[in-house]
Structure formats: structure tokens, C-alpha cells
T-cell receptor
Framework: GEDVEQSLFLSVREGDSSVINCTYT??????LYWYKQEPGAGLQLLTY?????DMKQDQRLTVLLNKKDKHLSLRIADTQTGDSAIYFC???????????FGTGTRLKVLA | KAGVTQTPRYLIKTRGQQVTLSCSPI?????VSWYQQTPGQGLQFLFE???????NKGNFPGRFSGRQFSNSRSEMNVSTLELGDSALYLC????????????FGPGTRLTVT
């Protein structure tokens, strides 16, 4: 199928690490992306990873990619209340600029 | 660089009417994609335009159409509106090559009554 799957909710305490998981559909996807959406706003690009990479780190964000299992994760270190939002993963297949987005994970950070 | 702008931000229409939404991408970007976001269906891809040509298309009926101008600005049109078309319509700007990372506008909230 064409569903990119994410768990619906995640709750963490401020200062802890958050890990948001995503299972994508196409093992030949070339790029995978993470976006953040705050209430009433559009999506904000956080980071992306090329499919020949296993890991990418960008300040508090770490992306892990397991191509064999078609599994992508986003780790947010030292999670803050401002990180509360919905997080979407997205994949792009080879030779196309058509993107498939996941269902979104709502992250709630407790003070 | 200025971000992606979408107009109008809010719109209320009646069933059967038509609507046109506008998107101005980031300067230098040649690709504009449109998405429909609803609580039930999530983020659904409508279509993508690159250098004035529709390059990719999602699974929406022909009532949904779009175009892109030579300055990369894009419009999306929905004809014969239905209640189910009520949604947040998001436009995404991208270089359209390489990593193809997308930058989203704030969206247009369309309500059909």
C-alpha cells in the first residue's frame, strides 16, 4: 500500500529525549524528510536524509534510517515545550517529485 | 529570502461555487506542490508544477486543477465545491531538483457551507 505509518501520540517530559518513528513504503525511496507543524501553521522542514545514509545529526535532531526495515526515526534531544507539535515524515521515490506523507505524530512535552 | 506566501488565508464558500487559491514560492524555486490537509485524511498530494508544467498528479477528481505562471507563482482552482472540500490547502515551494526539499506556506483555510 501507499501508507506511511506513524504512531499518533507521544508524550515526554521536558529535558528528556523524544523518539518519533516512521515506517515508509518504498524501499527505493531516495530522500526522506521530517517536518514539524504547529497549530494553525504550515509545515516546517526540519531535516532530510538521503537514502544512502544511515544517520544524520543536526544540532538537537538525529535521524536514523534503516533501509532494510524501511524504518525512519527522529530523535529530539533535550526536548522543550516549544517542541510540542505534530511531526510528519515523508518519502520521495526515485525519479519523482511526488511526496508521500505519514499520518503525523502529535508530540506533547510536559513541563 | 522571503518565504512562501498564500492568499487568501481564509475563505468561506457555498456548495457549487468555485474558488481560486494563490501561492507565491520562494524566489528561484521552480517547483510548486499543492496539498489538501483534513483531520480525517491527513495530508494528501494534489499536484506538482515545475517550470509551468504539471509534473506529478495525485488522485483527486478533475474539479481540482492548477497552473503555474512564468514567474513560478501558482494557482489552484476547485470547481463545483462540495462540503467535503473544506480543508487546509497547503502550497509547498521547492527547487524541484536535487534533494527536492519543500518549504510550506501557511495555508488557505477553505470552509464550504
Amino acid at each position: 500500500g501507499e501508507d506511511v505509518e506513524q504512531s499518533l501520540f507521544l508524550s515526554v517530559r521536558e529535558g528528556d529525549s523524544s523518539v518519533i518513528n516512521c515506517t515508509y513504503t518504498d524501499s527505493s525511496s531516495t530522500y526522506l524528510y521530517w517536518y514539524k507543524q504547529e497549530p494553525g501553521a504550515g509545515l516546517q522542514l526540519l531535516t532530510y536524509i538521503f537514502s544512502n545514509m544511515d544517520m544524520k545529526q543536526d544540532q538537537r535532531l538525529t535521524v536514523l534510517l534503516n533501509k532494510k526495515d524501511k524504518h525512519l526515526s527522529l530523535r529530539i534531544a533535550d526536548t522543550q515545550t516549544g517542541d510540542s507539535a505534530i511531526y510528519f515524515c515523508a518519502e520521495r521515490g526515485p525519479g519523482t517529485y511526488k511526496y508521500i506523507f505519514g499520518t503525523g505524530t502529535r508530540l506533547k512535552v510536559l513541563a | 529570502k522571503a518565504g512562501v506566501t498564500q492568499t487568501p488565508r481564509y475563505l468561506i464558500k457555498t456548495r457549487g461555487q468555485q474558488v481560486t487559491l494563490s501561492c507565491s514560492p520562494i524566489s528561484g524555486h521552480r517547483s510548486v506542490s499543492w496539498y489538501q490537509q483534513t483531520p480525517g485524511q491527513g495530508l494528501q498530494f494534489l499536484f506538482e508544477y515545475f517550470s509551468e508544467t504539471q509534473r506529478n498528479k495525485g488522485n483527486f477528481p478533475g474539479r481540482f486543477s492548477g497552473r503555474q505562471f512564468s514567474n513560478s507563482r501558482s494557482e489552484m482552482n476547485v470547481s463545483t465545491l462540495e462540503l467535503g472540500d473544506s480543508a487546509l490547502y497547503l502550497c509547498a515551494s521547492s527547487p524541484g531538483t536535487g534533494a527536492g526539499e519543500q518549504y510550506f506556506g501557511p495555508g488557505t483555510r477553505l470552509t464550504v457551507t
